[in-house]
């Protein structure tokens, strides 16, 4: 067997169908790119239909095959009709990665309850009910990936970690808890980290100049992170390769969270 032939035996994704939500924009977006060019059939779910028109015509420009879905993430009604339009386009999907996040983070005193449930809907229960929509399919086929992208603020709290913290680390609890369920089925769970990454989601912090600056300067790397560095490990979970890796959080971040 050839170093070709090996490599796309481990990693590829021929034949395979992926769900991301989120995946118009910023970390959603470099992930559902690299695994549609790994060859899996990419349906990218998200709200805003310019930038979901644009991300798909980019990706079927380059011999990809990939589909979009408009969805309100922020509702039970709108995650449950966007799970059934996305299986509507390539299938029931094999591959399930929650990207799409929203970061209200006022202080703490000054949370109200709308904060809230807006965080939690968009942040955890959309991952949830994906979950249980999708999940019990891929583990009755004998294959599925579950991937989730978090935060810092998951595994420690600063800059007004606030609802946003709180959500994210419910998610990798989450992904554990799916992990236990459905990894003796073939199906594996587990979550990505982000370090400071420059997206739209950090727009306010990617505003200040010093802050940014203050952040590279925390990591082992001496840089942020760019969506791009999360192609390679969504791949990588993605595939066949991590087939005996799952319940874990795979920090992506220059090692900001060791230094």
Not at 12 to 18: P, W
Not at 154 to 165: C, K, L, T
Request: aromatic fraction near 6%; hydrophobic fraction near 45%.
């Amino acid at each position: 067997m050839s170093a070709q032939d090996y490599l796309t035996d481990l990693f590829s994704l021929e034949g395979r169908v992926a769900l991301v939500t989120g995946g118009s924009s910023g970390i959603g977006k470099a992930i559902a790119t690299a695994l549609a060019k790994a060859g899996a059939k990419v349906v990218v779910v998200a709200r805003g239909r310019e930038a979901l028109a644009a991300t798909v015509t980019g990706l079927t420009g380059q011999g990809c095959q990939a589909a979009w879905v408009s969805a309100d993430l922020g509702s039970r009604d709108g995650i449950r009709a966007g799970a059934e339009a996305a299986a509507e386009a390539f299938g029931e999907p094999d591959i399930l990665v929650s990207s799409a996040g929203i970061n209200l983070r006022p202080p703490m005193g000054e949370i109200d309850e709308s904060v809230w449930d807006t965080t939690m809907t968009v942040n955890l229960e959309s991952p949830f009910l994906l979950g249980q929509r999708f999940g019990p399919g891929m583990a009755e086929r004998g294959f599925g990936r579950i991937i989730h992208v978090t935060s810092q603020q998951a595994h420690r709290a600063f800059v007004q970690s606030g609802a946003y913290g709180v959500s994210k680390g419910a998610l990798e609890s989450l992904a554990r808890s799916q992990a236990e369920a459905w990894s003796p089925h073939g199906v594996t769970c587990n979550t990505l980290v982000p370090g400071f990454v420059m997206t739209p989601l950090n727009e306010r912090l990617a505003s200040d100049p010093e802050q940014v600056a203050a952040l590279a300067a925390r990591t082992m790397t001496g840089r942020n992170g760019l969506a791009e560095d999360f192609a390679g490990a969504a791949v990588f979970l993605a595939s066949r390769a991590s087939a005996y890796v799952t319940g874990q959080s795979i920090f992506v971040d220059g090692g900001l969270s060791v230094h």
